[in-house]
């Protein structure tokens, strides 16, 4: 993948999925944690696991860097200890991830749930190209860089060995437009929602790229409408709320605040001429490439 793609994903996924250094079942019963890690091997939704099944989904949480309330690397069977308790509650699953924060005792650090992020983000890119001229990703290196990243979000919402057969036939043709039509998944609502938007976002921009000739490397953002506001103040740090295009009360917060730390009027408008212009000198020196400003 582009370097600018591996940059931008914490901040494009942690909005998405959320930040928990703890394990917890997600809303189908799997053991997670970080930013939307699943570290559970059993095949069946919200069932308890075989043996075998157990066996794998330790092997996989013991590939993370458990730490005691004392700060001490966790042992194999404190680890253990940790995934049982989680696993024993598939009742607490529709409750959300703080539920299960009584049962646990071993905690990650950030730095260790980014390390990890990149870790599955390397493999599913890996299990996502194959092999062989004949893959539909066969070529993705050379992809425009949102191309890269909306297959990468798909991937991680619905793991990398999804099959789209419409998807995979308009990518393997570079039609990036097509690609949009085709990477909806159900259900939309909630965080998928903002995904499939986003997703389809960045295939649309990725069309925009190679039509007009711009740098394929480099991830473009459209500050033309409150949607592509959003995702800019989303990288500069400042906090507009889901990027679900919608001009509500945080956008206006978030847009304000980028307003008075960049010594601009200060009207909360996402299309003030002056802030979208700042706002784009900001996400180009942060190598972005920027549509949308007239």
């Known amino acids: 993948m582009h370097q600018s793609v591996r940059d931008y994903w914490i901040t494009f996924t942690d909005p998405l999925e959320g930040r928990v ?20 091997a059993t095949v069946n939704a919200n069932t308890a696991p075989t043996s075998d099944e ?15 309330k004392t700060g001490d690397v966790a042992t194999a069977d404190q680890v253990a200890a940790d995934w049982d308790a989680v ?15 009584p049962f646990t005792s071993l905690h990650l650090d950030d730095s260790e ?27 993705f290196e050379n992809w425009p860089a949102n191309a890269q990243l909306a297959t990468l979000s798909m ?20 039609n990036w437009t097509g690609a949009a039509d ?26 925009a790229v190679e039509d007009a000739s711009l740098p394929f490397e480099k991830i473009a953002m459209d500050l033309s409408d409150v949607f592509g506001v959003q995702g800019a103040l989303l990288y500069l740090g400042f ?11 945080l956008t ?29 000198d900001a996400l180009t020196g942060g190598g972005f490439t920027v549509l949308g400003i007239s």
Request: glycine share 10%.
């Open 21 to 40: 250094n703890f394990m917890y079942l997600d809303q189908k019963g799997w053991v997670s944690t970080g930013i939307g890690n699943k570290i559970d």
């Open 113 to 139: 749930i980014d390390r990890h992020v990149f870790v599955v983000l390397d493999r599913m890119e890996t299990t996502r190209i194959g092999t062989g001229a004949s893959s539909p990703f066969a070529d």
């Open 54 to 68: 157990r066996s794998k989904s330790l092997a996989m949480a013991r590939e993370l860097q458990w730490l005691t």
């Open 252 to 280: 206006q917060r978030a847009v304000t605040a980028f307003q008075a730390a960049n010594g601009l009027d200060i009207n909360g408008r996402y299309d003030d001429p002056d802030t979208v212009s700042a706002l784009g």
């Open 182 to 207: 085709e990477c909806h998944f159900t259900p939309d609502v909630g965080t998928i929602k903002i995904r499939n938007n986003l997703d389809r976002s960045h295939f649309l921009l990725a069309a």
């Open 155 to 174: 991937c991680w919402a619905l793991g990398a060995a999804f099959k789209f057969p419409k998807f995979e036939g308009h990518v393997k043709e570079r």
């Open 239 to 249: 906090r507009p709320g889901p990027q679900d295009g919608v001009d509500g009360p």
């Open 87 to 101: 696993k024993a509650h598939l009742e607490l699953a529709p409750q959300g991830h703080l539920a299960f924060k």
